[in-house]
């Protein structure tokens, strides 16, 4: 295997990479050789993002659409299908929150994070399997959450839709292991991505965000994450450096899974 190239020839979906995490993992396949698929909902981020990914990879494309949206949805899967024939490797990375108690939930809210968190990798998945599945090989990852497992109050719904993406990737790994497709998950900790730097900005400055800062900064053992550390991981398991991996669940986390917190 070529350790400068690891994804050479390999093209690939990241459902959600205008920003953030997702584009960590797009930039790092690309510079891996890989042809990217990025999905993203603001045009502006996805255009710059592009940019950058062309650098790398100049066949790599972007698209705008919803995953909130099951319309926008299949019609996503169906023009990256279009335009270039299939996927190799499928990244789930999109997540959303609405953080409260149960009661207070809306059918709207829940819907929403139903099939964004959650039925849209599966629609990404049930598009792009069967060539997989042809072609004997294919790598599909899910970016959960260590909320998934280990959660906080008031996020029962988002950590719902995380642990529906584990448990579904696990049977999926068992339905599809003897195809050649492979199925894995990355549960992501604290990590310093764009919009966790978002909430910093919005601490006013000063012992205020001082302290907030402190706060991220103990909740596990090891420093804070960097969105690099998710895409090392997606990369490991996109790679051929997994080929006798499938069905688990990673946690990238810092340790925070192993610590008893106060």
């Not at 690891?6 to 797009?26: D, P, Q, S």
């Not at 719904?157 to 049977?171: F, I, P, V």
Request: net charge neutral.
């Amino acid at each position: 295997m070529n350790y400068q190239q690891m994804l050479a020839g390999k093209r690939a979906i990241i459902t959600t990479g205008a920003r953030g995490i997702g584009k960590a993992i797009a930039l790092l396949f690309a510079k891996q050789g890989a042809v990217v698929l990025v999905g993203g909902r603001n045009e502006t981020s996805l255009h710059g993002t592009m940019e950058e990914i062309r650098r790398y990879s100049p066949a790599s494309a972007g698209f705008v659409f919803d995953l909130s949206q099951a319309q926008e949805t299949e019609h996503a899967c169906q023009k990256m299908q279009d335009a270039f024939g299939g996927a190799d490797i499928l990244v789930n990375t999109v997540g959303v929150n609405a953080r409260g108690p149960a009661h207070t939930w809306q059918d709207e809210t829940m819907a929403r994070l139903v099939e964004t968190n959650y039925i849209s990798g599966m629609r990404f998945a049930r598009h792009f399997l069967p060539g997989m599945v042809e072609r004997g090989c294919g790598s599909i990852i899910n970016i959960s959450s260590i909320h998934s497992e280990y959660t906080m109050p008031g996020n029962a719904l988002y950590a719902g839709t995380k642990g529906a993406m584990n448990a579904s990737a696990r049977a999926m790994a068992l339905d599809y292991a003897r195809t050649g497709v492979r199925v894995n998950t990355i549960c992501p900790g604290l990590i310093m991505s764009d919009t966790v730097m978002d909430e910093v900005r919005d601490q006013p400055e000063g012992p205020r965000r001082e302290a907030f800062l402190a706060l991220l900064d103990g909740m596990q053992p090891l420093k804070p994450g960097q969105m690099e550390d998710i895409a090392n991981a997606a990369l490991f398991f996109a790679s051929d450096m997994s080929t006798y991996i499938t069905g688990q669940t990673l946690f990238v986390d810092g340790g925070a899974s192993i610590k008893a917190h106060p």
